[in-house]
């Protein structure tokens, strides 16, 4: 079966899905019988109930019905990462990543990071950072978490994997983690700060910081 071109029209307006599904009744009307634009609807109706997992599926029937094309195929993998966070248990960011590597050959840092795109705009910044991380892009992850704010250890450790010292120091700094903090100000070159923070964890000593050196650094 064909995808008729009115239909494809539709999908691709950005648009709500109420809207959307207005617009594929108004196709069925003209075509009663088109099981394909029937399919569609369902799709849009579950999409409405917030049934990302079940759309997902549909979308895959739809493609066994039509040939499988890619842009359906992509479609299939961009909603079990939108949705991702309604079933987690179920895998849906590994089962996405298996059709953007497996079914339309993509090399796994470029499908990670577009997985980690749709859930940035999905807002849904934890698992952006992990699937950003999986790309081999650890500054982007940190800066998915330090939007999440509920993590700054986290954050800062992919900072840190980064080479992004101050970043990283701030937020150990922020995560009440002093020694990190000042292990990472001393690789940004900031020694002042880096000795205030020792002193905070008690761990001059283990930095071969003794008082001398310490009142040394604080007067530069």
């Given amino acids: 079966m064909k995808i008729p071109a009115p239909l494809k029209r539709v999908l691709k307006q950005k648009i709500t899905h109420q809207d959307k599904l207005i617009l594929l009744r108004n196709l069925l009307q003209e075509s009663p019988k088109s099981i394909i634009i029937q399919e569609f ?10 049934q990302g997992m079940d759309a997902a599926e549909k979308y895959s029937y739809i493609a066994s019905l039509t040939g499988e094309p890619k842009w359906l195929i992509e479609r299939q993998a961009k909603t079990l990462t939108k949705y991702a966070y309604t079933d987690i248990g179920s895998g849906p960011l590994n089962k996405a990543f298996d059709i953007y590597t497996q079914r339309l050959n993509m090399a796994p840092e470029k499908a990670w990071k577009k997985i980690a795109e749709v859930l940035k705009s999905a807002k849904g910044y934890g698992y952006a ?22 993590d700054p250890q986290r954050a800062a450790w992919y900072f840190e994997q980064a080479g992004e010292w101050m970043k990283a120091a701030r937020l150990y700094n922020k995560a009440k983690l002093p020694d990190k903090a000042g292990e990472c100000f001393e690789k940004a070159g900031e020694m002042k700060h880096a000795v205030k923070q020792w002193k905070k964890a008690g761990t001059l000593e283990k930095h071969n910081v003794g008082k001398q050196t310490y009142s040394n650094i604080m007067k530069r």
Avoid: W
């Avoid at 609807?41 to 917030?50: H, Q, S, V, Y």
């Avoid at 081999?136 to 939007?147: E, N, S, Y």
């Fill in 41 to 50: 609807i369902k799709a849009e109706e579950l999409l409405i109930r917030k």
């Fill in 129 to 150: 950072a992990q699937c950003y991380a999986n790309a081999g892009m650890p500054d982007a992850a940190g800066k998915m978490l330090q939007r999440d704010a509920k």
